[in-house]
């Protein structure tokens, strides 16, 4: 069975300060890993997502993941933080079925952008 | 283009009522998602569709959960004799096709579904 921890339910930075977001998968096959914001009152939208092409993703508004196997983790990060990156954060694994996958989600990260 | 939308946006019922929550899926999205996000369970899969059938109810919570695809297009998933802990915001999602994993699930604003 596939599971995802991220660490830290809250992580504040400056303006312009790195972004870093944890996230570990539990996957007991080569996993397809997305990180996906939640903007207040909206629904999910996908920042990246790796399926076992090139280990470094670059996805939408400058945010980048790196998929590393032998740490089993999928970190999320941006070099500054903007203002407008202040949301929440969830990190997704899929669960492979016969045709067909399902999300599995961490708890979440809100991103707390100070100026 | 249009992506999926949700109806309604917020709904209050009281408990032991029915509630009807609608999607809307991208055209031509051929598969279809409901997810739970709930202060204390976090985002839970409830259902998936593949055209108007169902391979995988997995997620509902119980039996007074159903949820229905019609003309491959919209779904419906309904409660039936709510419950507080019915409280959540039910998300829906669709993607183009369902590709083992590789796919796109994009998500719908969701229904803040509030049971007094």
């Known amino acids: 069975a596939q599971s995802v921890t991220q660490l830290g339910s809250h992580v504040s930075v400056s303006e312009g300060a790195l972004v870093l977001l944890r996230c570990n998968y539990s996957s007991s096959v080569p996993p397809y890993l997305f990180w996906y914001v939640q903007y207040p009152n909206q629904g999910l939208q996908l920042l990246l997502k790796?399926?076992?092409?090139?280990?470094l993703v670059k996805g939408i508004n400058g945010f980048e993941a790196e998929f590393k196997k032998s740490e089993t983790s999928f970190h999320l990060t941006k070099p500054s933080a903007h203002m407008s990156d202040a949301a929440e954060y969830f990190c997704?694994?899929?669960?492979?079925?016969?045709?067909?996958?399902?999300?599995?989600f961490g708890k979440g990260t809100m991103l707390l952008v100070s100026p | 283009g249009a992506g999926v939308s949700q109806s309604p946006s917020n709904k209050v019922t009281e408990k032991g009522k029915d509630v009807e929550l609608r999607c809307d899926p991208i055209?031509?999205?051929?598969?279809l998602y409901w997810y739970r996000q709930s202060l204390g369970q976090g985002l839970e899969f409830l259902i998936y569709f593949q055209g108007n059938s169902a391979p995988d109810k997995s997620g509902l919570p119980s039996d007074r959960f159903s949820a229905e695809r019609t003309g491959g297009s919209v779904s419906t998933l309904t409660i039936q004799r709510t419950q507080q802990e019915d409280s959540a915001v039910y998300l829906c999602?669709?993607?183009?096709?369902?590709?083992?994993?590789?796919?796109?699930?994009?998500f719908g604003p969701g229904t803040r579904l509030t049971v007094l």
């Open positions: 999602a669709s993607s183009l096709v369902a590709s083992g994993g590789r796919d796109t699930q994009y």
């Open positions: 790796y399926t076992s092409a090139a280990t």
């Open positions: 055209s031509g999205h051929t598969a």
């Open positions: 997704a694994v899929s669960r492979k079925n016969s045709g067909y996958s399902t999300l599995t």
